[in-house]
Structure formats: C-alpha cells, structure tokens
C-alpha cells in the first residue's frame, strides 16, 4: 500500500513539473514539442489509470481522480489554447471523471466544491463532445456566487463559452463573454491573453479601430519572461495587427510586426510563411524588388504546407518582383509553376499572359 501512494505521488510531481514547465515556455511550441507535451500526458493519465484499478484505499482512488481532472485542464488550458477535439479515448475518459465527480457529490465529500464540480464536468463534456452541456456547466460556474480565486475557474468559464460563441461565429457575444473575462485575470500574461481573445472579435466584427486598439494594448501586456505567457495568443495579436497595418498601407508599423512574428516562432510554420509573406508584399509596395524576391522566395523555400491560392499568389508576385529586376528565366520558372498548378487563382490568366510575353 505505502508503494502505491509513493507512486502515486512520484506521478503527481511528474504532472506539476510538466505543468510548471508548460506554463513557463517562452517561445511558440514545435511540433515536436507539442508531441512531447502531448505523449506525456498521455502516457501519465494511463499511469495513473492503471493504478486507480490497483487502488484499494478510497483516498487512494481519489487522489488518482483528482489527478486525471488536472490534467484533462492542463491540456486544455495551456497545450490546446481551450480547443478540443474531441474522440474516442477523451469522451471515455471523460465519462470516467464524470462518475466520479457525480460519486464524490454525492457522498457530500469536501474533496471537491460545488464550483469545481460544476466546471469539471463541463470540461469533461467538452473533452466527451456535448457541447451543450459543456456550455451550461461553463455558464452555471459563470453564475455561480462561491469564490474561485485559487483555480481561476469563472476566467476560464468565459474564456471557453466566448470560444464557442466564436466557433458559432456569434462574435458579438463571443466579445462579450472575452470581456466579462478580464473581470477575472490575475497576471499581466493572462489579462493579455483576455485582451486578444476580444480583440480576435472585434476583428471578426470589421471593428479594425477597436481590434488594432485591443490587440495592442495587449501586447504592451505579454512577458515572456513572467509565468503563464502564452506564446501561441501573442503571436496571433502580432500576425492581427501587423494584418490591419498592412491594410491600411502602414508599412512601417506592419513591417515591425511581421518581423517580431519570424524573431518568435518556427521557421517551418505557416505563421512564419505568411510574415515572411506579407514582408516581401511590403517591399514590393515600396519598390524594393530585389528584397521584395529574395523574401518571398525564402517564404515559399520555408513553406511545408499543402499549395492554397496564397502561395501561388506568392509566386505570382515572385515572378513580377523577378521581372522588374529584368531576370526573365527566374520568372518563368514561377510562372510555370502558376500554369502547371491545380488551384484556382483568379490571376491565372495573368500569369498566362506573362508567360506567353517572355516566352
């Protein structure tokens, strides 16, 4: 017996260290990284299965629940920016978490308090698919009276319900529900975070003044150097703005935020194409065409995704910035790649003509 609570133990400390860890990163997640996060995970909630079966002790047995709920947040919180997708492993766990809030209730234990219980089995109806249950749990912890300062529960109830409002695309109560948020940040990173949320809405909406006005804000927020900053929401309210920015034709303003987009994350994401991307357009725009070539160039050699209208748009304006330098054969090369392409792309006929003038 006093093996399996020093194991249990052991798995508890495994489970905060990787939290700890997770909360603390500063910089935007590889996919191998996020594959680490994942399988450790993963591989402590069937640990942790395995010895809540081995369990004789109902403390024992509780303690091991306690953890399994911890780490279904965990994920959700701070490895997948409150998105899940839900399958089959996550709605059986989910419904084992749910018996046991609904056996811990029940025998009126203080193991878990009437606002834990309502927000961990709106998680787990997250994690098992029902998204209506998961939204009346969210809004009843919402609603709730009792004080939840410790776990933050009514800040990520809101988070998660504008979430959902957002996938419904009801972005106006989605901002609604980010701003009634900030009512319960506790750190500059988290209320940054809140502050993109809304943003994210305001933008949705074609609020670009409030959008650029909150993202901003937000970003004079983000510390990377401080616990809970979440790299994933701050590169987004960069890549937002520097998108409003460069709308507007404020290249110098949009080109500094492009360029703290590719100082912050993968080179093989598509976040650093699309800065990479728009820092080439801004060159272009304003007559550098060398540069304006060799960066869209360096975006598309650094692109790992399928081929979608923008990257052949990409090479569209690789071609034309090649043409201004009188380099004929390096056009043609992109060009070709336009004519021989599947996706359609309104300028094709464009790039045809090209073709056919320096052929």
Known sequence: MADLTSRIKELIDQRVALETRLQNEKEELSDAQTRFYDQSYSQ????LAALFKDAGEDQQRITVMLEMLRILE????????FVVDANSETTMLALLVTRFIDRVAAGKSSVLTTLESTYYRAVAALYAGDIARARQGFTAAC?????????DIKYK????????????RDYAKAKQLHDKSLRYTHNNNV?????????????????YDDALH?????LGLFD???PFFNSYFYRNALLFCGAICFDRKDYERAEALYRRVVENVDQNSYDNFDALSHLGRIHYAQGHYEEAAATLQKAVQAHRFSENEYVVDTWFLIARALLKRNDTAGARQYLEKIAATDIRYGKKPQAAELLQRIA
């Open 214 to 218: 909150l993202f901003q804000e937000s």
């Open 191 to 207: 209320t940054a975070q809140a502050l993109a949320l809304k943003a994210l809405n305001s933008y949705a909406l074609h609020e």
């Open 143 to 151: 609603e709730s009276e009792e004080s939840d300062e410790a776990n």
């Open 157 to 168: 109830s809101y988070v998660i319900l504008g979430h959902l409002s957002h996938e419904e």
């Open 74 to 81: 965990n994920r959700l919180v701070y490895l997948q920016n």
């Open 44 to 47: 402590l909630q069937r640990q």
């Open 224 to 226: 990377a150097d401080q």
